[in-house]
C-alpha cells in the first residue's frame, strides 16, 4: 500500500499532464497551475529539511574536530548571520528590513557575488587546461578536432589578410555542417530518451525514486 | 547678415504661428487641398474571429489594406486597432500595426481585475483606423462584430506529437510483451556503466570514498530521474563493498529523494547498519558556492571516483577538472548538449545524451526496462527515416510532407 499510493498517483497525475499538454483550454491551465503551486510548497518544506542537513554535517564536523573543521564554523556562522540579518533584529543597528538590510546586502554584494564571480572566472583556466589534454595530436580524429577548433578560434583574426574569408567560410560550414549535424542527433536521441524515461516513470516501471520496494 | 537671417527665420515663424491660432482642427482639416493632407482610403474587409489552439481571451483579427498604403497617396504610416463592447463605442485603441500590416492577435488578460481583461463569450466590435503623419487624418473601416473569444478543449496543432506519443506509447509496449515472452534483446555496451563496477572496486582497494554528485537540476528532471536509478546501482555495490558514499546535493528535494534511494539500495544489499543519512546531505542552492563545497571535499577527502550524473551547466568543467588534478577516476553523463565535451575532455568515460537514459535498463536488465529501451531505437530508425524523406521532397520543392510535422505552441 505504501508503494501503490504513490505510483497510481504517479500514474494519475502524469496521465493528466499528458492530457493537459493538448487541452488549451482555461480550466486545464488553471488545474496545471494549481498543481505546480504545490512544487512551491513541497520545495519550501524541502528547503527546511535541507537547511537541517547542512546544520547537522557542519556540526558534526565541529564536533569531532574532522579536517578543515573550521570552514564548518564559517558555514553555519554565515547562513546564521544572513538569517538574521534578513529578519532584520536589532532596529538600532540595522537600517532596513529584509532584503533591502543593510548588513544583509553588504555581504551578498561585498562578499557572496565577488566570490562566485571568482569561482566563475577559474573556468577560464580550467577551459585552457582541459583545451590543451583535448587538442594533443595523439591520433588522427584527436588531429582533425585540433584543425577543427584552431579554424574554428582563428576565424576573426584580422591578420590573416586575403586568406581570413576562407577561414571564415570553413569555420561556419564546420559549425553549421558537421558539427550541426552532430548535435541533432544527440538532440533527438535525448528527446526519445526523455519521452521513455517519461513513460517508464508514469506507467511505474522506472521507480528507483521512490526507495526501498 | 547672419542676425538677419535669423530674425527673418523668428519673424516667419511668429507670422505661421498667429495665422493658425484659433482655427479648430476641422477647420485646419477643412483647409485648401494644396495646403492640407488629403484622407486616405480606409481599410477594408476589417473580419475577427476566436484565435485558434488558445485557453480564449483572443481574438484574431485581419484586414485589407488601404488602397493609399505604399499606393495612391501613399501617406498611411499604419494602422490603429480599436475594440468595443457596442457597435457605437465607445472604442478604445487596442494596437497599433505599422503600415502594411494586414492582421492582428488581440489578446487580453485572462484574470477579471487585469485592466487588459479580455471576457469569453462577449460579443466585441472592431474598428481599423489608417493613420497618416497628421494625427487629424485618418479614415476608418466599418465595425465588424459582434466576435467572441473563447478556449478550446483540444490543440489541433499538436496532432503530429499526439500520432508521436501514441505510437512510441504502442512500440514500447510492444517490446515489453516481447521481452517479457523471453525474446533476447540486444544492447550495446555502455563503457561509461561498465566503468562503474571496476570504479567501486578501484575505491575499496584504495579505501577511499565515491563522490556522486546528482547536478543542479530539480527532481522534476528527467536527467536527475534517471540519476536517481544510477545512484540506487551505486550505493548498493557501494554497500556490498563497505565502501564511502558522499552524495552532497544542490537542491533539498533532490537531496530528499536521493537520500531514499540511498537507503533502499544499503537494505537491498542487506547493510542497513552502515547507512547514515548524512552521506546525502544538502549544501546550498547557489551555482558556484555549491561548486566551491564540492570542490573542497574533492580535494579534503581525495574520493577515489567522482560519479557526475544528471543536469549540469557551467559548473561542469570546474567540477571534472578539479577530480582530475584530484587524481580521481570520473564517471559523467548528462542531457546538457553544451556541456558534454567539457566532460569528454575531463572525464575518463562519458555517457552522451541519452545514454544516461538507457542507463537503467542497461544496468537492470529487466525485460520491462530493455522493452522501452528498444522501442526508443525504433523510434529513432524512424526519426532518421523521416529525416531522409524530408530531404529527399524538400529537393524537389514537396513542401506539404514537411507540414506533416508542423507543431504549433
Known sequence: MKRQIPLLLVLVFGIFMIFQYFVPHESSEWIYEFFLDWIYIIGIFALALGIWSLIRVSYDKIKYKKPNWQYAVITLAGLFAMILFGFDYGRHFFSAEGLSNYM???????????IQATMFSLLAFFIASAAYRAFRARSLLATLLLVSALVVMLRFNPYFGPIGPYLEQTASWLLNVPNLAAKRAIIIGIGL?????ALKVILGIERAYLGKD | MKFKMLLALILLCFVSAVSGFGQSAEEIMALPDSMAMAPPAPPS???????????????????ETSPDDGAGLNNVIGYKVFRAESPDGPFIERALIPSGGTGHIDVGAKEKDANDYLPDHVGFYYKVRAITADSLIYAESEVFGPVQSYGQWFNTGRVPVLV????????????IQKAKGGANLF?????????????????????????YVLGLGTAADIATIASYTILGRVAKKVAEYQTGLIVPCYDPIVMTVAQETVKASYMDAGRPDAYYEDMVYFVTQSQFAYVAAVNGTMLRERPATNIYMGKFYAESLILAETGALAGSIQISGTDEIAQIPFFVVACDYTLIGEELYAASAYLGREPLLLGSLKA???????????????????????????HLFYVSN
Open chain 2, 187 to 211: 544492447v550495446r555496451r555502455l563503457a561509461g556503466i561498465e566503468a562503474v563496477d571496476e570504479a567501486i572496486g578501484r575505491a575499496t582497494e584504495m579505501g577511499k570514498p565515491i563522490l
Open chain 1, 104 to 114: 544583509f546586502r553588504a555581504f551578498f554584494d561585498y562578499i557572496l557575488i565577488p
Open chain 2, 164 to 175: 508521436f506519443v501514441i505510437f512510441f506509447l504502442f512500440v514500447t509496449l510492444f517490446f
Open chain 2, 376 to 402: 526508443q531505437d525504433y523510434a529513432k530508425a524512424a526519426a532518421i527515416i523521416i529525416a531522409i524523406i524530408g530531404f529527399i521532397t524538400m529537393n524537389f520543392g514537396i513542401e506539404a510532407f514537411k
Open chain 1, 193 to 197: 530518451g526523455m519521452v521513455a524515461t
Open chain 2, 45 to 63: 474587409n476589417v473580419r475577427g474571429v476566436d484565435t485558434d489552439n488558445d485557453h480564449g481571451h483572443s481574438i484574431t483579427l485581419t484586414w
